[in-house]
Each structure stands twice: as structure tokens, then as C-alpha cells.
């Protein structure tokens, strides 16, 4: 069976500040492993998954295999960024459900 | 290109009643997921269906059933509904499921909120 834990459910900062939301999973196979971000009135989306090693909206998550962690981190936080953000894992096993399990979620606030 | 909508919105329901959330998925996508969220936690997964057939369930009784038809809509039916059925339900539709390599995003609706009383 597979966890996800965000162990902070609410986080501030102030603007221009670094940002780091933890994320810590368990997982016996190899994960896939997402951030989801759910705006103020706007449905849950996508923000990055670890295989595309990318980075939006100046966001980075470095999946940590020894660590067990996906945690996403961002230099300077905008206000813009104030969501809800979810951690997410999926079985990387052919034919799986590709179900995803979520994590609680951590309420970001960035101040002004 | 049309998003995933789900309907109805809100719907208030007693303890014992059925009821059947409906899911419209992204267009050109043929797997559906739901998923239930309760206040204050994370989106759980119900099950998922690919062309037409249940694929992958989670941990949730049988009363809680679906369908998707042949143009990849999809219901969710919860049967003997229980005070802590209440949540939101959220659909997600994904274009290919099986498809090596593929990301499989998921596109999410914005949700029925269900309330039990």
C-alpha cells in the first residue's frame, strides 16, 4: 500500500521569501510521483510531476528515493502562489489503475 | 476544447437514499477516475474506468458503483448513503490509460459536494 504525508497543514511566508512545502511518501515499487495546486475557486491541477524535471512558475520538486521525499521548493514566493498544494503518488507498474493517492494537502500563504 | 464537468453541483441527501453524480470527460479522453474528499483531507481514489470497465478500485464498499458510456461520460452511484458520505467528488478524465511512457495527466472537474444528513 502507498502513503503520501504533508506534515504541515498550513505554511506562511512573506513574499520574496523561499518556499519549501514537504512531502514524504511510502511506497514498496517505484513511484511516479505530482504536485497538484488548487487555486482559490478553481479546480485541482497539475503543477509538475518528477519525470519532466521541470520547472513552473518558478517551482522544483527533486524526487529523493533514500529520503523518501518530493518536497517543492521555490526561491522567491509570490503572492499569486497562495493555494492549496497537494502531494500525489501513483504506481509506476505497467497496466496499473494509475490511481493517485493524495496526500492531506498544505495551504500556502504568501504576505505582502 | 471542452474541459471535464460534473453535475450537478451541490445535492443534499438523507441517510439510507441513493444517489448518482454524473462526470463529462475532457474531450478525446477515454478514462475517467473518481475520486471522494473529505473536509481537510486529500482527494481519495473510488475507482477508475477505462473504455467502458471498472480498472482499479479502491478501498470503498460496494455501494459505491459506476458506469462510463460508450462517448466516456460517467456516473458514480452510491447506494444506503451514510453520514460520512459526505464530501466532495471529484471526476478526472485522462487521455490514454496503458500507454507506456505517457504522463497520464489527470484533468480534474470541479466537484459535487455531497451532504448526508
Known amino acids: 500500500a502507498q502513503r503520501v504525508t504533508q506534515p504541515e497543514k498550513l505554511l506562511s511566508v512573506f513574499k520574496g521569501a523561499p518556499v519549501e512545502l514537504k512531502c514524504n511518501y511510502s511506497y514498496s515499487g517505484s513511484p511516479e510521483l505530482f504536485w497538484y495546486v488548487q487555486y482559490s475557486r478553481q479546480r485541482l491541477q497539475l503543477l509538475l510531476r518528477h519525470i519532466s524535471r521541470e520547472s513552473i512558475k518558478g517551482f522544483t520538486a527533486d524526487l529523493n528515493k533514500g529520503e523518501t521525499s518530493f518536497h517543492l521548493k521555490k526561491p522567491f514566493a509570490q503572492e499569486e502562489d497562495s493555494a492549496m498544494y497537494y502531494c500525489a503518488l501513483s504506481p509506476r507498474v505497467s497496466g496499473s489503475a494509475r490511481q493517485l493517492t493524495f496526500g492531506s494537502g498544505t495551504q500556502l500563504t504568501v504576505l505582502p | 476544447e471542452t474541459g471535464v464537468t460534473q453535475s450537478p453541483t451541490h445535492l443534499i441527501k438523507t441517510r439510507g437514499q441513493q444517489v448518482t453524480l454524473r462526470c463529462s470527460s475532457q474531450s478525446g479522453h477515454n478514462t475517467v477516475s473518481w475520486y471522494q474528499q473529505a473536509l481537510g483531507q486529500g482527494p481519495q481514489f473510488i475507482f477508475q474506468?477505462?473504455?467502458?470497465?471498472?480498472?482499479g478500485r479502491g478501498n470503498f464498499p460496494p455501494r459505491f458503483s459506476g458506469l462510463q458510456f460508450p462517448n466516456y461520460s460517467s456516473e458514480l452511484n452510491v447506494n444506503a448513503l451514510e453520514l460520512d458520505d459526505s464530501a466532495l467528488y471529484l471526476c478526472?478524465?485522462?487521455?490514454?490509460?496503458?500507454?507506456?511512457?505517457?504522463?497520464?495527466?489527470?484533468?480534474f472537474g470541479p466537484g459535487t459536494r455531497l451532504t448526508v444528513l
Open positions: 474506468y477505462y473504455r467502458e470497465e471498472e480498472n
Open positions: 478526472a478524465s485522462s487521455l490514454a490509460y496503458g500507454l507506456a511512457g505517457g504522463p497520464h495527466e489527470q484533468f
